[in-house]
């Protein structure tokens, strides 16, 4: 995937790691990037500091009219950036309704795969391009305490392993991101190291470009990662202690 000259869309472009990958993009040469976003007024903000290179676009990936919208107008597009998520921080048994993980299930899941279908033609019309899905350490690791969001990434990731397979003959790369901890307005309740969001979009970028399928994108997410192939009953009680 060449990363200059390219067109990109990044959902949930408007802040934190999706602003990130908007602004990491157009210094690595990115031609145009289309920030969607919820509310237009904060892409328009946005697009008003570099109006050469951004687009903004109304897109609520729950909306399949805003989804199927977005695919007609942005027929240029060689890279698909789903970063849009929600985490609610509730429980899936002491939440009072199931309205928060179904929230959850729609935008970081259905989400996803909803962009997937919408932009799999343009891609393939555009010489195959790449798909980068950012995903979560608590998309490998069932994080009690997380409500719907560890099992909304858990699917999102396996989606993005058949998504891949389904698109690997139009040529079309699925990388998904294994993000740790960032300072982002999602992450404001937790207190640790956190990377920045324009590291996870650098290394998101480095991973469209060489095809690859599954990257851990900071040091939170190795050191998840590695605790959970050296000591995983461990790793699980760990995080459960740490959310009681
Ligand atoms: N921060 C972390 O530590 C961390 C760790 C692991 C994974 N991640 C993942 O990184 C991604 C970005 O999160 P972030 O940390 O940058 O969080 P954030 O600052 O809370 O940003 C979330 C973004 O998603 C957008 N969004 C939410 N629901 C949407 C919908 N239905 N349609 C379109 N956009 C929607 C938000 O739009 P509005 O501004 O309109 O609300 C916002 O742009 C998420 O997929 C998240 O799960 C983050």
Same mark, same amino acid.
């Given at each position: 995937?060449?990363?200059?000259?390219?067109?990109?869309?990044?959902?949930?472009?408007?802040?934190?790691?999706?602003?990130?990958?908007?602004?990491?993009?157009?210094?690595?040469?990115?031609?145009?990037?289309?920030?969607?976003?919820?509310?237009?007024?904060?892409?328009?903000?946005?697009?008003?500091?570099?109006?050469?290179?951004?687009?903004?676009?109304?897109?609520?990936?729950?909306?399949?009219?805003?989804?199927?919208?977005?695919?007609?107008?942005?027929?240029?597009?060689?890279?698909?950036?789903?970063? @849009?998520? +929600?985490?609610?921080?509730?429980?899936?048994? #002491?939440?009072?309704? $199931? =309205?928060?993980?179904?929230?959850? /299930? *729609? %935008?970081?899941?259905?989400?996803?795969?909803?962009?997937?279908?919408?932009?799999?033609?343009?891609?393939?019309?555009?010489?195959?391009?790449?798909?980068?899905?950012?995903?979560?350490?608590?998309?490998?690791?069932?994080?009690?305490?997380?409500?719907?969001?560890?099992?909304?990434?858990?699917?999102?990731?396996?989606?993005?392993?058949?998504?891949?397979?389904?698109?690997?003959?139009?040529?079309?790369?699925?990388?998904?991101?294994?993000?740790?901890?960032?300072?982002?307005?999602?992450?404001?309740?937790?207190?640790?190291?956190?990377?920045?969001?324009?590291?996870? @979009?650098? +290394?998101?970028?480095?991973?469209?470009?060489? #095809?690859?399928?599954? $990257? =851990?994108?900071?040091?939170?997410? /190795? *050191? %998840?990662?590695?605790?959970?192939?050296?000591?995983?009953?461990?790793?699980?009680?760990?995080?459960?202690?740490?959310?009681?």
């Amino acid at each position: 995937m060449d990363i200059k000259d390219c067109v990109a869309i990044v959902t949930g472009g408007n802040r934190g790691i999706g602003l990130g990958f908007v602004t990491e993009l157009v210094k690595a040469g990115a031609k145009k990037v289309y920030i969607g976003c919820r509310s237009l007024e904060d892409g328009k903000a946005i697009v008003a500091t570099d109006p050469e290179h951004l687009v903004a676009i109304a897109l609520d990936v729950t909306k399949p009219e805003q989804v199927a919208a977005a695919a007609a107008k942005c027929t240029d597009v060689s890279l698909v950036v789903n970063n @849009a998520g +929600a985490f609610v921080n509730q429980r899936l048994i #002491g939440a009072a309704t $199931m =309205d928060a993980m179904r929230t959850e /299930m *729609e %935008v970081n899941y259905f989400g996803v795969v909803s962009m997937c279908r919408a932009f799999a033609p343009v891609l393939k019309k555009n010489g195959g391009g790449a798909i980068v899905n950012v995903l979560s350490a608590g998309g490998i690791v069932a994080v009690p305490g997380m409500g719907g969001y560890s099992p909304s990434k858990f699917a999102s990731r396996a989606a993005s392993t058949c998504i891949r397979a389904e698109l690997a003959g139009q040529g079309t790369t699925v990388s998904a991101l294994i993000v740790g901890s960032v300072d982002t307005r999602m992450a404001a309740h937790i207190q640790r190291e956190k990377s920045s969001p324009e590291a996870i @979009a650098r +290394a998101g970028i480095a991973a469209a470009r060489a #095809g690859i399928e599954e $990257m =851990d994108t900071d040091p939170h997410a /190795m *050191e %998840v990662r590695a605790a959970l192939h050296r000591d995983p009953r461990g790793l699980a009680d760990a995080m459960a202690a740490s959310v009681r």
